[in-house]
């Protein structure tokens, strides 16, 4: 039970995160900006699959996913002002069946992270542009999807987090 707090019309609520860095019993808490808001996005790029051994009959859909993957690196380094935050992650990479046969297509997920809508818009923008010339440069197709549902930034009331503290 919290005490002397003042009663509004606007929802309240409260929430913690585990995080497996903190000793056990530790309640970490901050005035600001505390998580990022995340996003997911798919990128498809789609080749012509041949065999391994004439690769000059195909378009190969896993060089070009890799390009796409060093490409994606960077995004943040050179386009997001660094005094900002971003954050572009490829997590998974899937594509073809055998070893000697180069796959149609290729898919990556990935994730995004930044704490301004600004920022994630830039983000967005940048992986569509980098995904799709990449891929045309290496005589492939690549289709950019993003989630439409995304956290947003978590950002702490200062006077909120007091109470925590005094309360924890």
């Not at 860095?21 to 699959?49: F, L, N, Q, W």
């Not at 890799?66 to 943040?76: E, M, S």
């Not at 818009?121 to 492939?140: D, F, K």
């Not at 947003?152 to 006077?159: E, G, H, S």
Request: net charge negative; with cysteine.
């Amino acid at each position: 039970h919290v005490t002397g707090v003042q009663t509004c019309a606007l929802p309240i609520s409260l929430s913690m995160h585990v995080w497996a860095t903190e000793e056990v019993g530790v309640v970490g808490m901050t005035d600001s900006p505390a998580m990022t808001a995340s996003g997911a996005y798919r990128i498809v790029v789609r080749g012509r699959g041949s065999h391994g051994a004439s690769p000059h009959l195909g378009a190969d859909p896993i060089v070009a996913a890799a390009h796409i993957v060093a490409a994606l690196q960077t995004i943040v380094a050179r386009n997001v002002d660094p005094l900002e935050q971003g954050v572009v992650t490829v997590g998974s990479i899937h594509g073809g069946t055998a070893p000697n046969i180069i796959p149609d297509a290729v898919e990556l997920q990935g994730t995004i992270r930044a704490f301004k809508d600004e920022v994630m818009s830039l983000l967005r923008t940048r992986i569509e542009s980098v995904a799709i010339n990449v891929a045309s440069g290496l005589g492939t197709e690549a289709a950019v999807t993003f989630s439409e549902a995304g956290t947003p930034a978590t950002v702490n009331d200062p006077a909120m987090a007091q109470i925590v503290r005094e309360t924890a």
